[in-house]
């Protein structure tokens, strides 16, 4: 059980900017996937998650992105995306995708030590002007 992010890089202030999530050993259509970013000397925060599987369909932005970036994933539910527009300053950090099992997500995620989160090793975001 696997999740790699790509597409991280250098971008600059309005610029738009795509990541991505891969799943091995599992497909999102039984998880609840998110995004999450960490800033030089923040905490990580949520910023998305999409849950995609059939008859149990739903997506929730924190409001620093609202707007601005929008989650999707694949046909094969095997791909989460991370569509970034209109690109901030505070913006900038390392992108982590996470999952976790549908049954197991009660509206909020567990503690970044939880065993029950798949976490991404990161993806990191430059923003320059």
């Known amino acids: 059980v696997q999740l790699v992010e790509s597409g991280g890089g250098v971008a600059h202030i309005g610029d738009s900017l795509r990541l991505s999530c891969t799943a091995s050993?599992?497909?999102?259509?039984?998880?609840?996937a998110g995004w999450f970013r960490q800033g030089p000397g923040k905490e990580r925060e949520s910023i998305a998650h999409i849950s995609s599987g059939t008859g149990h369909r739903f997506h929730a932005y924190s409001d620093s992105i609202k707007d601005r970036f929008h989650v999707s994933t694949n046909d094969a539910q095997t791909t989460m995306y991370l569509h970034m527009t209109a690109l901030k300053p505070e913006d900038a950090g390392v992108y982590l995708c996470?999952?976790?099992?549908?049954?197991?997500?009660?509206?909020?995620?567990?503690?970044?030590?939880?065993?029950?989160?798949?976490w991404g090793t990161g993806s990191l975001v430059t923003v320059s002007s």
């Open positions: 996470a999952a976790i099992e549908r049954n197991l997500f009660d509206g909020g995620w567990p503690d970044e030590a939880s065993r029950l989160v798949t």
């Open positions: 050993g599992f497909t999102f259509a039984t998880h609840v």
